[in-house]
């Protein structure tokens, strides 16, 4: 195909919001950005908790097929 009859590429469409959660509503209606506008976390957050309290958690909820015969 000859560069004269090429067609351009037409540009994608913006991408919008079609539902809005009531936390990221509240957010708006109080001023702030909603939580798209956040972007990704850094993944260095220190609030993640003790690794006894998870271990703790995971232990209560063992599901029945993984827990040893006696």
């Known amino acids: 195909m000859s560069e004269s009859t090429a067609r351009p590429a037409r540009p994608r469409p913006r991408r919008r919001a079609v539902y809005i959660s009531e936390a990221d509503q509240a957010r708006i209606d109080q001023g ?14 220190t609030d993640t908790g003790s690794g006894t309290e998870n271990d703790a958690r995971i232990v209560e909820n063992i ?3 993984a827990q040893p015969k006696l």
């Open 32 to 45: 702030l950005k909603p939580s798209w506008e956040d972007g990704p976390g850094d993944g260095l957050s």
């Open 63 to 65: 599901p029945p097929h």
